[in-house]
């Protein structure tokens, strides 16, 4: 029998900080290489997903984010991604939507202000001079197919990898200092600084607002001491229930 949750109290003044990670998309069929049985050809993600990667053998790193373009084409958004755009509708301005994961699913399910942290699978720049990153839908599957700019530096995906500062730090935290309520999907409280987020919201300065934070997921999260509430199961299943909007 399927469980059910109590819808969570979000009021008319409240805030609304979501943070997503990989178990949202793995619930869409999409891989998270990490992990066991994580490993893409033999290689840990960590060995595919770094500078170093990119220096010594660009074309193993432009087959591997070419087969997940392609996978993340394939996939189709779920419940979970469904119920946060339909938020995002309810609350406006009033929702930020930070995810930590590069595919655009939360995008196709209709949510229009999505912060990817980590950079975006369909997106390219150059690794050279600093220009600005593109939309791209392209395959490299060998080294003839890469893409050059202007300055002759090698484009490479747009992608925040190891070793390499998470994107928009400064709006995060100026959100992080706002929200009165913190929603965790999917992320299992491992993976700096993400992990750190509702620690963040919930110690800041006395005089504001308690912050109340809600974890999502299947996992049990490493950091479950620092929510409010957790509810653990899918989150394709969870969050129409506890986000259920009908009737207001
Ligand atoms: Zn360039």
Redesign the pocket.
């Known amino acids: 029998m399927a469980e059910s949750w109590e819808k969570i109290a979000i009021g008319a003044t409240d805030r609304v900080f979501v943070l997503t990670g990989a178990g949202i998309s793995a619930e869409s069929g999409l891989a998270t290489f990490r992990g066991a049985g994580g490993l893409w050809e033999g290689h840990r993600v960590e060995e595919v997903a770094s500078p170093y990667a990119w220096q010594r053998d660009p074309e193993m790193v432009w087959r591997f984010y070419s087969m997940r373009r392609k996978a993340a084409s394939a996939a189709a958004p779920n419940a979970a991604h469904y119920a946060l755009a339909e938020l995002e509708g309810v609350l406006g301005e009033r929702l930020f939507l930070c995810t930590q994961n590069v595919d655009n699913l939360h995008e196709r399910s209709g949510s229009r202000r999505v912060l990817h942290m980590h950079g975006e699978l369909f997106q390219s720049r150059?690794d050279?001079?600093g220009?600005e990153a593109f939309a791209d839908t392209r395959l490299y599957e060998t080294a003839a197919e890469h893409a050059r700019?202007?300055?002759?530096?090698r484009i490479r995906p747009d992608i925040v990898w190891f070793g390499e500062v998470p994107y928009h730090m400064e709006r995060i935290s100026a959100e992080l200092e706002q929200c009165t309520v913190m929603l965790v999907v999917g992320t299992s409280g491992v993976v700096q600084p993400a992990a750190s987020f509702v620690r963040w919201a919930r110690q800041r300065g006395a005089g504001s607002a308690v912050v109340r934070s809600y974890y999502v997921g299947p996992e049990h999260p490493a950091n479950a001491g620092d929510f409010t509430q957790v509810f653990e199961g899918k989150a394709g299943e969870v969050l129409p229930q506890i986000l259920a909007t009908d009737g207001e």
């Open positions: 150059c050279h001079c220009g700019c202007d300055c002759g530096g």
